[in-house]
């Protein structure tokens, strides 16, 4: 059997699917959310092809397993007089509600979101060929955000229920929300990213705009009623279809006062430049990044191999935070190239619901064509694939490749792979890869491995300033979420995590009076007799 049949017969049969991980039947999305009503779509729609392909006599085939809105301009705009209705320049009842009626609304969706764990976690598998593992976890860790989150805005609404007397000045300096929110995270990982953003923004008092990723947009499906009936009609809309249809005309209206982003730099450029008064938006962005790793002579190379396997191919390398290329000191290339291999070879592959398997297939159509593309422009440049096997495929399964050695004529060398193809560059001096980094449009992260304090520090000093973070014999990474997550240069602008991602979607604003008698009876009153949901002194327990 060559390496195409045995490709060819990682997909299962239909009969070979485990029962308690099938689909049974598809997902043909017509509800959406808007101004607290789900409507019924009654216009054009689009396939949904998962990665995951049956195998048959004719070859390995993707699963139609739905279909989605294609929703027009007019759709769009439907949903943003919704969110700006409800938003009604601050007036409305969701951004003047009290700081612990809002946590209120957003703990009852937490729990009505937990319900559908189940249907979710297999959508995410099927949608994009996340592991049963790794689809838990992703479910689980926004859970665990959400509850963070509620604890992090008790801790900073404690810190502002309380007024400050500066120079005869009576101040009370709480946060207040922007406005409507346009919400659109990445397919990589379409739940987590989406409500890193997502909850920050309702809870500080947005409305928002949902629009989920094109590949992950069926497992949104199974929380629409839990918006619904968690909160106030139009705080949360939702939106399916193109976004090069839907995103702009948004943007033009001027009403989006904040976009949330996870994608390109190029599609969060564009979209920027639609919006009438640009100095107006807040924008919280997370973009792409080509985090390298670091890897000195006197590392220890069975860890960095570990870190580096996970580093580059959790989810088949589909993560901005993934190392997409290895640095390794020339005296120690043949060895880690050696152990990484037989490391790689070992990893296990298949299907999501399968135990052990790390290597999935790819959700994007067109991507282990694309990945070949970078392969063979490396080989013609002087590179070889180092591990067997690497770089074959079939169908959306794309078999790791290692890459040796890779230089900067390589397309390899410089551009976001997003993939399962690990380029590595010898080194002699650190000054090559510090350079790298300097010279690189992105920011993000790396990892540096090696056992020399000073060595390490000698690194660290001018590593913080060109990312935002430094991973000592350690994978880059986003967590944990009370860790902020930004990036420099074209890797994000503003910062996530749970207490920055609050500030993110807010701003500071306070009320003053001049500290004489008649100005504290009148505060007093409406704090004593709680006139104000703004002005108050209530400690959220």
């Not at 063979?376 to 040796?404: C, K």
């Not at 991973?471 to 986003?478: L, V």
């Amino acid at each position: 059997m060559n390496i195409r049949e045995n490709l060819d017969a990682i997909f299962p049969t239909a009969a070979g699917v485990p029962e308690r991980h099938r689909l049974t039947a598809p997902i043909e999305q017509r509800a959406y959310l808007i101004n607290g009503e789900i409507r019924h779509w009654e216009g054009p729609t689009q396939d949904v092809h998962s990665p995951i392909c049956l195998r048959h006599d004719h070859g390995p085939e993707r699963v139609r397993i739905g279909s989605f809105p294609l929703m027009t301009e007019a759709d769009a705009l439907a949903a943003l007089d919704a969110a700006a209705a409800a938003y009604d320049n601050g007036r409305g009842r969701w951004p003047t509600m009290t700081v612990a009626e809002r946590i209120g609304h957003v703990q009852h969706f937490a729990t009505q979101m937990n319900q559908q764990r189940e249907e979710v976690v297999r959508l995410l598998m099927w949608e994009i060929g996340k592991t049963l593992l790794d689809a838990e976890k992703e479910f689980d860790r926004t859970a665990a955000y959400i509850a963070d989150t509620v604890d992090a805005l008790k801790e900073l609404d404690r810190i502002s229920s309380r007024f400050v007397i500066e120079q005869g000045i009576i101040g009370q300096i709480r946060r207040a929300p922007l406005g409507v929110t346009l919400c659109m995270g990445p397919y990589n990982y379409p739940l987590n990213e989406t409500f890193t953003t997502l909850i920050p923004a309702l809870i500080m008092g947005n409305t928002v705009l949902l629009k989920p990723p094109r590949h992950g947009v069926l497992l949104f499906s199974p929380l629409l009623k839990a918006f619904r009936d968690s909160f106030p009609p139009g705080v949360v809309n939702t939106l399916y279809g193109a976004g090069r249809t839907v995103a702009p005309p948004l943007m033009k209206s001027g009403l989006v006062a904040t976009l949330a982003f996870i994608g390109t730099s190029a599609a969060a450029n564009a979209l920027h430049k639609e919006h009438p008064k640009p100095h107006r938006l807040r924008s919280v962005l997370g973009l792409e990044a080509k985090n390298p790793a670091i890897i000195l002579n006197d590392a220890d190379l069975n860890q960095a191999v570990e870190e580096c396997i996970a580093g580059s191919l959790a989810f088949n390398g589909q993560r901005c935070t993934a190392l997409k290329i290895i640095f390794v000191h020339e005296s120690i290339v043949d060895h880690f190239l050696t152990l990484f291999s037989a490391t790689l070879n070992a990893i296990g592959h298949g299907m999501p619901w399968e135990s052990g398997v790390m290597i999935t297939p790819l959700p994007e159509p067109g991507k282990p064509t694309y990945l070949t593309g970078l392969i063979e422009d490396a080989v013609r440049h002087g590179a070889r694939v180092v591990n067997e096997g690497g770089g074959a495929f079939s169908a959306t399964f794309f078999r790791p490749a290692v890459v040796y050695p890779v230089d900067g004529r390589m397309r390899l060398y410089s551009e976001e792979q997003f993939g399962p193809v690990i380029p590595v560059v010898p080194f002699t001096d650190t000054a090559a890869p510090i350079r790298y980094i300097e010279e690189s449009e992105y920011g993000q992260q790396v990892s540096i491995f090696g056992r020399d304090p000073q060595a390490l520090a000698s690194l660290v000093d001018p590593l913080v300033n060109q990312v935002s973070r430094v991973n000592i014999n350690s994978q880059c990474q986003r967590g944990p979420d009370v860790f902020p997550f930004t990036g420099r240069k074209d890797s994000a602008v503003s910062t996530l995590s749970v207490s920055d991602a609050l500030r993110a979607f807010s701003i500071r604003t306070l009320v003053a009076a001049r500290d004489v008698e008649l100005n504290r009876q009148i505060i007093n009153d409406i704090v004593r007799e709680h006139r104000s949901n703004f002005l108050s002194t209530d400690f959220i327990l």
